[in-house]
């Protein structure tokens, strides 16, 4: 399967791009916050990708970093969300939005979404909370994605990228580094974040950075 893209950007519609790829037009779409993001015509860009395989139908979506490649995949799982639903929600809030609301069970944040209803969007948090800490984990200490300009002579055209779960970065600073780092991602201030941490870290001392992250976003929710 094509799990990511890079070429030069042949034209740009409201939803999606044309990427040529060595003489070859892939048309790929994207959420408006990534079309956004992407150089203008003529300039190289990259893209990781999803491919929607349906009978009569093959679509190709474009994301510029693994992680909002992973929520859409996850997003999709959720019944009653389609790609369409997908792209909305991502583009609304964002990755980093909507691990968030996920993770304190913000469904009204979802349903800001165009086309999510109340039912949906509590079926999103509620089918997918538990998955929230092990996707943002996925981002503490890596770089930012794709979606950028690209050098045009570039080797890198087309990589086959499994459609499973990208696991963690390897051992980077430490299980409370990391998890402080996803929480100050999301939008906490650092003191605050620190202090959740260090409490959660306190109560379970040998806890990775998948089960530091959900216990301090249990600390920092708001309480009713």
């Known amino acids: 399967m094509i799990g990511r893209l890079a070429g030069r950007i042949d034209y740009r519609a409201t939803d999606h791009v044309l990427l040529d790829v060595r003489g070859v037009g892939y048309l790929v779409y994207c959420t408006d916050r990534t079309l956004r993001a992407l150089p203008g015509v003529g300039e190289h860009a990259a893209l990781y990708t999803e491919l929607l395989v349906r009978d009569d139908l093959l679509q190709l979506f474009g994301f510029p970093t693994l992680i ?6 996850l997003l999709m799982s959720v019944q009653g969300v389609g790609a369409k639903a997908s792209l909305a929600i991502l583009g609304t ?5 909507v691990g968030r609301a996920i993770a304190l069970g913000d469904w009204n944040s979802i349903k800001a979404a165009k086309g999510i209803g109340p039912k949906t969007a509590q079926r999103v948090v509620n089918e997918l909370k538990d998955k929230a800490p092990e996707v943002m984990a996925m981002g503490t200490g890596t770089a930012p994605g794709a979606g950028v300009a690209i050098p045009p002579d570039t080797d890198d055209v087309i990589e086959s990228i499994p459609a499973v779960r990208v696991a963690p970065p390897p051992a980077g600073p430490g299980p409370q580094a990391e998890a402080l780092s996803a929480l100050t991602n999301l939008g906490y201030a650092p003191g605050e974040a620190a202090g959740a941490v260090a409490q959660a870290a306190g109560d379970a001392p040998e806890a990775e950075t998948t089960a530091l992250i959900r216990a301090a976003l249990k600390l920092l929710a708001p309480k009713a």
């Not at 809030?93 to 939005?97: A, I, M, Q, V």
């Open 93 to 97: 809030l964002g990755p980093d939005g």
């Open 68 to 73: 909002e490649k992973e929520w859409h995949r």
